[in-house]
């Protein structure tokens, strides 16, 4: 069956023509590119509609050239090798991305990122500065006292004070206080590292770094009010987990990482940090996690904390560090000598990434190069970890800690308590005050 043409599909359900337009039809058809005129009178329906398809195409080819001239311009707008004279003699290189810093890795990339990349790079970004930006916060007011708060279960103890479960008296909200001892303070030459303890809890807010409420001080104690986490410490549920032993003499410091209700880590415990502007010389940090530098006393500056990274993910995996000894100096001699024994068990993967993080030469150490932190998170190591869910904790943690209350202290250690005569000081002189004038 023939096509009806295009032209007169409107005509198949018109009415019949009259007998004098079937005589006149083959004059009509053999002359009807000369005779427009003549045709459009005689056909003004027929000619109508032509007239609005003829429109419509043209409104799309306009729409079309417009979508054309705009994809041309962004196209464009990113400048190419050959049309850029300052990189005549360097075809291959390309300009560096908008919204990334000069050293970032992707911001070398020879095309631009997809835009679910870039905008999940906006999010980390701007997630993080907002974290950074964040004002101290404090429970009703920047000064308290003793007597304001219920102390309660001990949580944890160290050489010159306790850490307590404490209670706001006003709101009966739980706390964690730490009670330090000025006189073994200054004893043991703790007053810089205490001192920049507060200081920088008190600058950092994060989700992953325990917040400082408020300081205050007695004519013999010092007290910090810390977030309570009620997960308790995180090497104790892996001791749980069978990766470690209860027999350990060595001194984990398990104090300093402690996981939150939801099986998060929370960084506690900053006596040895220190805001480092380019480097430092001092001595000080757990012997086990002192990177080469630190030992060699050539100044240090941010790789030690990678360097103390790979030392503790080892130690997670094997439940003892790479480098152990009886005494100080034996540790130091084989951090120095850099020979590092992986366990059978270990994944290749993990082995890779902490050969790149305990590299004896800095300058070529994972984190401490131009990709900086991209470089560790693009580890295949840490293949499929969602790092902006890690940020937001939407990631399900593999360790979920029970507890029955948000005063619950069934995930610590048990402690004997203490007298009240050490938690209550007597008023007296005080000959430690001008020492911590921060602690008000």
């Known amino acids: 069956m023939d096509r009806i043409p295009e032209h007169t599909v409107d005509e198949v359900n018109s009415p019949p023509p009259p007998l004098s337009f079937l005589k006149q039809q083959p004059y009509q058809v053999s002359n009807m590119h000369q005779r427009p005129q003549q045709q459009q009178q005689q056909y003004p329906q027929q000619a109508q509609q032509q007239q609005q398809q003829q429109q419509q195409q043209q409104m ?26 300052s990189r005549l003699s360097h075809p291959m290189k390309q300009p560096p991305l908008q919204g990334f810093p000069p050293n970032h890795p992707l911001a070398n990339m020879a095309v631009p990122l997809s835009p679910s990349a870039h905008t999940l ?79 920088i809890l008190a600058s950092v807010r994060f989700p992953f770094i325990v917040d400082l409420f408020c300081t205050f001080q007695d004519d013999v104690n010092l007290h910090m009010l810390l977030e309570y986490v009620v997960g308790g410490e995180l090497f104790s549920h892996l001791r749980r987990a069978g990766r470690f032993t209860n027999d350990m003499t060595r001194d984990l410091k398990p104090e300093n990482l402690l ?28 012997p086990e996690y002192l990177a080469p530098e630190i030992i060699q006393s050539k100044g240090h500056g941010k790789a030690v904390d990678w360097w103390a990274l790979g030392i503790l993910i080892f130690e997670m995996l094997a439940g003892y560090p790479p480098f ?26 993990a082995k890779d990434l902490l050969k790149r993080l305990l590299v004896g030469d ?79």
């Not at 041309?72 to 050959?82: A, D, F, M, T």
């Not at 906006?122 to 950074?132: A, D, E, N, P």
């Not at 099986?263 to 001092?282: C, L, M, Q, Y």
């Not at 000598?337 to 290749?348: L, R, S, T």
Request: hydrophobic share 30%.
């Open 324 to 349: 152990f000894d009886d005494n100080s100096f034996g540790i130091y001699e084989k951090i120095l000598a850099g020979k590092v024994q992986f366990p059978a068990h270990f994944d290749p993967l």
């Open 121 to 199: 790079y906006q999010q980390q970004q701007s997630r993080l500065q907002y974290y950074h930006s964040r004002a101290p916060v404090y429970v009703q007011k920047p000064s308290f006292g003793l007597n304001d708060f219920e102390l309660l279960d001990t949580l944890g103890t160290g050489t010159f004070g306790r850490v307590y479960l404490t209670k706001f008296k006003t709101t009966n909200k739980f706390y964690a206080m730490k009670v330090l001892k000025k006189s073994e303070v200054v004893r043991l030459k703790q007053v810089e590292h205490l001192i920049s303890e507060k200081q």
């Open 259 to 286: 996981i939150d209700h939801q099986g998060h880590i929370k960084i506690t415990d900053f006596g040895f940090a220190k805001t480092v502007v380019d480097r430092t010389w001092t001595l000080c940090g757990t």
């Open 60 to 85: 799309f080819s306009q729409q079309y050239s417009q979508q054309q001239q705009q994809q041309q311009s962004i196209y464009l707008s990113h400048p190419r090798p050959s049309q850029d004279p």
């Open 362 to 440: 800095r300058s070529k150490r994972l984190g401490n190069l131009k990709g900086g932190s991209e470089d560790v998170k693009r580890h295949k190591w840490f293949r499929g970890v969602d790092w902006l869910g890690l940020l937001e904790k939407n990631v399900r943690a593999p360790i979920i800690p029970p507890y029955h209350h948000p005063g619950d202290t069934s995930n610590f250690e048990k402690y004997p308590d203490t007298p009240d005569t050490d938690r209550n000081a007597p008023p007296g002189d005080d000959p430690y005050k001008a020492l911590f004038v921060d602690f008000t």
